[in-house]
């Protein structure tokens, strides 16, 4: 009867030291904002969702930003030089260190032929890959011992209005969605050469019928099935869900549900979406694109209930938000979400209800002019 009951008391204090060491680590989080030419890092409080100043970096050009996969470097999109006079500043990317404490050191800056719109780095830690939204390419870009330093392994050239690029999780896919053709692209991806070629099909279709959303935007893998959820930018905005042949590299979709708010005469365009880390909920950002030049619309967060067993989504509300959410994010605990409003130049602070999903706006600061990237990570391992 006392082994039992050891075990058992074992046992429990092994999950009390895990959940100890969970909260630990999501309470030492970091939140990265790119923002009128400058790259600023914020510590988040665990309990309040507020967030402290923690470095300020200039950064003329600031924009996307990706991470690796063990958090110790960061990647960001930026000018590379001032240029010539008269002419624009040429593109490049940028290699940070992460300090234990989530601050950033510059290694590197090196060119690229081509700006892109987003970037990510594949599971191994070795590429990165950007969409390029009006000569329709993605470009795969090599890291030597995590730096970028200019070496271009591959441009691929597709349709216009690539939107975004993201590696499977197995790292042997490239899937670029696309606007304009209203398709997913699907490559191949080998990670011993950070090349890729179509795959056979080589693009999946969106939704085509006039009651649903299209042209997908930007993509996310459920990281536990075998689906993908996509933004559906226009015509009818929204989200679509799709079944994902990881062995194969296919998606078909199976789900598509409209955001437009009902009743609203202007254009709504939808933007970026996130999951919850216990995939209860999934959240779209819906842009009021009406008048880009007014500082305040018809702006939301989507909520979303996730089905555990199949992956399909229930639409739980809109939430009103800063204007022209073009980037968000979402705390790795969980807890709360912040919203980059592209067009008012604030940042918004919400409490996610851990039972519902609703969001409880609950701080606002200002940001410099057109914040278009957000990004939050866990500082990395010491």
């Given at each position: 009867?006392?082994?039992?009951?050891?075990?058992?008391?074992?046992?429990?204090?092994?999950?009390?030291?895990?959940t100890l060491g969970a909260e630990l680590m999501a309470a030492d989080q970091n939140?990265?904002?790119?923002?009128?030419?400058?790259?600023?890092?914020?510590?988040?409080?665990?309990?309040?969702?507020k967030l402290a100043p923690l470095q300020e970096l200039d950064l003329p050009g600031?924009?996307?930003?990706?991470?690796?996969?063990?958090?110790?470097?960061?990647?960001?999109?930026?000018?590379?030089?001032?240029?010539?006079?008269?002419?624009?500043?040429?593109?490049?990317?940028?290699?940070?260190?992460?300090?234990?404490?989530?601050?950033?050191?510059?290694?590197?800056?090196?060119?690229?032929?081509?700006?892109?719109?987003?970037?990510?780095?594949?599971?191994?830690?070795?590429?990165?890959?950007?969409?390029?939204?009006?000569?329709?390419?993605?470009?795969?870009?090599?890291?030597?011992?995590?730096?970028?330093?200019?070496?271009?392994?591959?441009?691929?050239?597709?349709?216009?209005?690539?939107?975004?690029?993201?590696?499977?999780?197995?790292?042997?896919?490239?899937?670029?969605?696309?606007?304009?053709?209203?398709?997913?692209?699907?490559?191949?991806?080998?990670?011993?050469?950070?090349?890729?070629?179509?795959?056979?099909?080589?693009?999946?279709?969106?939704p085509q019928g006039d009651k649903e959303a299209r042209q997908p935007r930007h993509?996310?893998?459920?990281?536990?099935?075998?689906?993908?959820?996509?933004?559906?930018?226009?015509?009818?905005?929204?989200?679509?869900?799709?079944?994902?042949?990881?062995?194969?590299?296919?998606?078909?979709?199976?789900?598509?549900?409209?955001?437009?708010?009902?009743?609203?005469?202007?254009?709504?365009?939808?933007?970026?979406?996130?999951?919850?880390?216990?995939?209860?909920?999934?959240?779209?950002?819906?842009?009021?694109?009406?008048?880009?030049?007014?500082?305040?619309?018809?702006?939301?967060?989507?909520?979303?209930?996730?089905?555990?067993?199949?992956?399909?989504?229930?639409?739980?509300?809109?939430?009103?938000?800063?204007?022209?959410?073009?980037?968000?994010?979402?705390?790795?605990?969980?807890?709360?979400?912040?919203?980059?409003?592209?067009?008012?130049?604030?940042?918004?602070?919400?409490?996610?209800?851990?039972?519902?999903?609703?969001?409880?706006?609950?701080?606002?600061?200002?940001?410099?002019?057109?914040?278009?990237?957000?990004?939050?990570?866990?500082?990395?391992?010491?």
């Amino acid at each position: 009867m006392k082994t039992p009951r050891l075990l058992f008391l074992l046992l429990t204090l092994l999950l009390s030291f895990s959940t100890l060491g969970a909260e630990l680590m999501a309470a030492d989080q970091n939140l990265y904002l790119s923002a009128g030419d400058k790259l600023s890092v914020f510590r988040i409080d665990d309990d309040s969702g507020k967030l402290a100043p923690l470095q300020e970096l200039d950064l003329p050009g600031a924009g996307p930003m990706t991470a690796s996969p063990d958090k110790n470097f960061l990647y960001v999109t930026a000018n590379q030089s001032s240029g010539a006079k008269g002419k624009k500043p040429g593109a490049g990317l940028v290699t940070f260190r992460v300090g234990p404490d989530g601050k950033l050191k510059q290694l590197a800056i090196g060119p690229v032929n081509l700006r892109p719109g987003y970037l990510k780095s594949d599971a191994g830690g070795n590429y990165l890959a950007g969409n390029h939204y009006g000569p329709g390419k993605i470009t795969l870009w090599k890291l030597e011992d995590h730096v970028y330093r200019g070496q271009t392994v591959q441009e691929v050239e597709l349709e216009q209005k690539a939107h975004s690029s993201v590696f499977s999780p197995n790292n042997n896919f490239l899937l670029v969605p696309a606007t304009g053709p209203n398709k997913v692209f699907q490559l191949r991806f080998d990670p011993s050469t950070g090349q890729a070629k179509p795959n056979d099909p080589p693009f999946a279709q969106g939704p085509q019928g006039d009651k649903e959303a299209r042209q997908p935007r930007h993509l996310i893998f459920h990281p536990s099935k075998n689906i993908v959820y996509t933004t559906n930018e226009r015509e009818l905005p929204g989200v679509g869900v799709w079944s994902w042949n990881p062995n194969k590299g296919n998606l078909k979709t199976i789900q598509n549900i409209p955001t437009h708010p009902k009743g609203f005469k202007g254009t709504i365009t939808t933007a970026d979406l996130h999951l919850t880390p216990n995939q209860k909920f999934l959240y779209v950002s819906n842009r009021d694109t009406t008048d880009r030049k007014s500082v305040t619309g018809e702006d939301s967060i989507v909520a979303f209930s996730v089905n555990p067993g199949n992956g399909r989504l229930t639409k739980l509300g809109h939430f009103p938000c800063e204007h022209v959410p073009r980037s968000f994010v979402i705390g790795k605990n969980g807890r709360f979400l912040f919203v980059a409003g592209q067009s008012d130049n604030r940042l918004g602070t919400y409490r996610i209800n851990p039972a519902n999903g609703a969001l409880e706006k609950i701080g606002q600061q200002e940001t410099g002019a057109r914040p278009i990237w957000v990004h939050c990570m866990n500082p990395p391992a010491p």
